[in-house]
């Protein structure tokens, strides 16, 4: 069970309150102790309200929320026009976002095992699909894939080769855990159909995720949205953790389709009954969830990213209710 508490909700909720929270539930924040002083939360140069962004691969962001990052406003080519001279960021120097300091990774990863943590790494959230949709613009996307526009292909390639970079950067470091973020689904249905998924991404992603497999990696991806019709696809391309949403999925098709054959790592809900839900709902879809979808063989996981918008008093029945039905078999 992991609890999330995203940098928006310092400046949302009471802190005195949600840190009182933090403190009286161990298990989800191990070690935490109340701050003398205000939290200031930091916010990534992409997560600032009213303050343009542009990434590395040339994509503008803007943003209404600070902590929050937004959404593309500019793509980098949204007509071809300037695709000859288009360059990619530098993986040694840049991770898609901003600036990485490949050294402070390799000390991080260094004292994560010292400590008895796993070596994790990851993606940028978005690698391939996402990132090919900020450079082009969404709907210009579908129609490369459907019209088999030649540049598509070179723009793959160049995106795939960054994201192999940093691949293998992070198996060189030692990496035990690699991570695969990308967003396919939609509140009904994938933003990509089957076909094109399976012609245009799959074949990326298999290749991507080949040398930290090949080196003993535990590969985990995240997709919010409906991915039913490409979780076949997604578990043939050499995913081991599936990180999917429960509600917009449903935990019955999760149930049948996914346990036993991958580790679920259950997103928990943030748009109804968190949001909307009573205290006893929520421990309700809580343990409903780990009856469903636990075993005593294990494979199944639990998250939940706190944003501004839950009353307090479900923030808490949430929490009262991970911990204890972390331990708990039917």
């Given at each position: 069970?992991?609890?999330?508490?995203?940098?928006?909700?310092?400046?949302?909720?009471?802190?005195?309150?949600?840190?009182?929270?933090?403190?009286?539930?161990p298990l989800l924040f191990p070690g935490y102790t109340v701050k003398?002083?205000?939290i200031e939360p930091s916010f990534a140069p992409w997560q600032r309200a009213g303050v343009p962004y542009t990434d590395g691969w040339g994509c503008v962001w803007e943003t209404t929320v600070d902590?929050?990052?937004?959404?593309?406003?500019?793509?980098?080519?949204?007509?071809?026009?300037?695709?000859?001279?288009?360059?990619?960021?530098?993986?040694?120097s840049h991770n898609g976002w901003g600036p990485v300091d490949w050294?402070?990774?390799?000390?991080?990863?260094?004292?994560?095992?010292?400590?008895?943590?796993?070596?994790?790494?990851?993606?940028?959230?978005?690698?391939?699909?996402?990132?090919?949709?900020?450079?082009?613009g969404y709907e210009n996307l579908l129609f490369d894939m459907a019209?088999?526009?030649?540049?598509?292909?070179?723009?793959?390639?160049?995106?795939?080769?960054?994201?192999?970079?940093?691949v293998r950067r992070y198996v060189a470091l030692g990496v035990e855990w690699m991570g695969y973020p990308e967003d396919l689904g939609m509140q009904v249905g994938p933003m990509v159909s089957p076909e094109l998924f399976?012609?245009?991404?799959?074949?990326?992603?298999?290749?991507?995720?080949?040398?930290?497999?090949?080196?003993?990696?535990?590969?985990?991806?995240?997709?919010?949205?409906?991915?039913?019709?490409?979780?076949?696809?997604?578990?043939?391309?050499?995913?081991?953790?599936?990180?999917?949403?429960?509600?917009?999925?449903?935990i019955d098709w999760i149930r049948d389709t996914l346990k036993g054959r991958v580790c679920i790592d259950l997103d928990i809900d943030r748009q109804r009954i968190t949001r909307f839900g009573t205290p006893a709902e929520i421990d309700a879809h809580i343990r409903g969830a780990v009856e469903t979808l636990g075993s005593r063989d294990g494979g199944l996981m639990m998250i939940h990213g706190l944003y501004p918008g839950p009353p307090l008093a479900?923030?808490?029945?949430?929490?009262?209710?991970?911990?204890?039905y972390a331990a708990y078999y039917a």
């Amino acid at each position: 069970m992991r609890f999330h508490v995203t940098a928006p909700c310092w400046n949302h909720y009471p802190q005195d309150a949600l840190q009182g929270l933090m403190a009286e539930h161990p298990l989800l924040f191990p070690g935490y102790t109340v701050k003398d002083a205000p939290i200031e939360p930091s916010f990534a140069p992409w997560q600032r309200a009213g303050v343009p962004y542009t990434d590395g691969w040339g994509c503008v962001w803007e943003t209404t929320v600070d902590g929050s990052t937004g959404v593309v406003v500019q793509p980098a080519l949204e007509t071809w026009e300037g695709f000859e001279d288009y360059e990619p960021p530098d993986p040694e120097s840049h991770n898609g976002w901003g600036p990485v300091d490949w050294e402070r990774v390799a000390k991080d990863l260094a004292n994560a095992k010292a400590n008895g943590r796993l070596a994790s790494g990851s993606l940028r959230h978005g690698h391939t699909f996402l990132t090919l949709s900020y450079i082009r613009g969404y709907e210009n996307l579908l129609f490369d894939m459907a019209d088999d526009e030649p540049r598509l292909h070179r723009l793959i390639e160049m995106v795939e080769a960054f994201n192999m970079h940093i691949v293998r950067r992070y198996v060189a470091l030692g990496v035990e855990w690699m991570g695969y973020p990308e967003d396919l689904g939609m509140q009904v249905g994938p933003m990509v159909s089957p076909e094109l998924f399976r012609r245009w991404i799959k074949p990326v992603c298999q290749r991507l995720i080949a040398p930290a497999r090949e080196a003993g990696c535990i590969i985990h991806m995240h997709s919010d949205g409906d991915i039913r019709a490409l979780a076949d696809g997604l578990i043939e391309g050499g995913i081991q953790v599936l990180n999917l949403q429960d509600l917009v999925n449903g935990i019955d098709w999760i149930r049948d389709t996914l346990k036993g054959r991958v580790c679920i790592d259950l997103d928990i809900d943030r748009q109804r009954i968190t949001r909307f839900g009573t205290p006893a709902e929520i421990d309700a879809h809580i343990r409903g969830a780990v009856e469903t979808l636990g075993s005593r063989d294990g494979g199944l996981m639990m998250i939940h990213g706190l944003y501004p918008g839950p009353p307090l008093a479900n923030v808490k029945a949430l929490m009262d209710a991970m911990e204890p039905y972390a331990a708990y078999y039917a």
